[in-house]
């Protein structure tokens, strides 16, 4: 035996890919079970939420614009994320059911992981367009085209797919001889590769890069458009033209801080202070899914174009409901007439008999 044979043969015989993992959650918390119907209320508001976005997105066309294509990007992914994530942590705790298989928590951290980095990058994309809007409003019809932003998003959810592809792939490098106990809420990619017991310095290396371009650039992007925004808005005169240009980037910076914020505060406290990993995993769940519910409220309540749409909506169904009802009057009479008609041919008939 060679020795190429040798150490392929010692590898085998040491590497170690487990059957199963066992996601622990929650330990020792009391009355947890309401935290999970909270998470499954969460849910169903979420489905609501941005399937109701959606569906006014896609019937009133006057929304059929590059911005609010980015929307129901966000709607749409928001929607997928919370499913990817919410059904499974209530099926695996609500019904005990802990142990999930290899190839099963590879799949789960893939689509967690993809969702919630086209996520940061499409509020990117709609820095950009806010950016545009202000600081080039003349030349903002020819630069934000519709094939332009089509083109982003798909460059967005091509590229990020490749990257967690990458990232989750190479979990399968690791050998895990030791604990298979997931602390987590899922099978988070930082918990899982901490668990090998080989060399996981490569995986410790990609990962950092990964954050860095899923959670660092995405909001340097946005900072740095934002003081572009706030120089374009200091040369406006009039003040009441520049509360105007604020107002339009309002529900923008909500969505940034209700993304953004949970998730440096978590990674920020953890690096400073010691975080029980109850409050870590809490906290962790309510950054993974309070942000898709809130996400469609926004928009349905801050953007003016969205409530006109919906305006327009109800609008449409009333006088479609008008059209096919009749006034009860006016059947009323019909069905009296027909009935005295029916009513005056009988009596003739009987007339005639006689």
Request: with cysteine; net charge positive.
């Amino acid at each position: 035996m060679g020795p190429a044979e040798r150490s392929s043969t010692m590898f085998n015989a040491t590497f170690v890919r487990p059957a199963k993992f066992y996601i622990s959650g929650f330990s020792n918390m009391s009355h947890v079970k309401y935290f999970y119907v909270f998470l499954c209320f969460v849910y169903i508001m979420t489905v609501i939420g941005n399937v109701f976005l959606l569906v006014v997105i896609c019937l009133v066309k006057s929304l059929h614009t590059p911005k609010f294509m980015i929307v129901c990007n966000l709607a749409f992914t928001d929607l997928c994320g919370s499913t990817a994530l919410i059904p499974k942590v209530l099926d695996t705790f609500l019904f005990d059911r802990r142990y999930i298989v290899y190839e099963a928590c590879l799949s789960y951290m893939y689509f967690v992981s993809i969702f919630g980095s086209v996520q940061s990058w499409t509020l990117v994309t709609m820095a950009f367009d806010r950016f545009i809007a202000i600081c080039f409003p003349l030349r903002y019809h020819s630069i934000v085209t519709k094939k332009l932003i089509v083109s982003m998003l798909l460059f967005v959810w091509i590229f990020l797919s490749g990257t967690i592809a990458l990232v989750v792939g190479l979990i399968n490098r690791l050998s895990f001889c030791g604990s298979l106990v997931i602390q987590s809420f899922y099978c988070d990619h930082g918990v899982v590769y901490r668990l090998a017991c080989n060399d996981r310095s490569l995986n410790h290396i990609v990962a950092l890069h990964v954050i860095a371009m899923l959670l660092v650039m995405p909001l340097i992007l946005i900072t740095v458009s934002y003081i572009c925004i706030s120089v374009a808005l200091s040369r406006i005169a009039s003040g009441e033209e520049r509360l105007r240009a604020l107002k339009t980037c309002t529900a923008h910076l909500l969505l940034v801080a209700l993304f953004f914020l949970p998730f440096l505060g978590t990674n920020v406290a953890s690096v400073f202070t010691s975080i029980h990993p109850n409050a870590r995993i809490m906290n962790s769940t309510l950054t993974h899914t309070i942000p898709a519910l809130l996400n469609p409220i926004v928009y349905s309540l801050k953007t003016e174009e969205v409530m006109s749409a919906i305006r327009k909506l109800r609008k449409r169904n009333k006088a479609y409901l008008l059209k096919e009802i009749p006034n009860p009057r006016i059947f009323a009479q019909r069905r009296w007439s027909t009935i005295s008609g029916v009513n005056a041919t009988v009596l003739i008939m009987e007339q005639r008999a006689a």
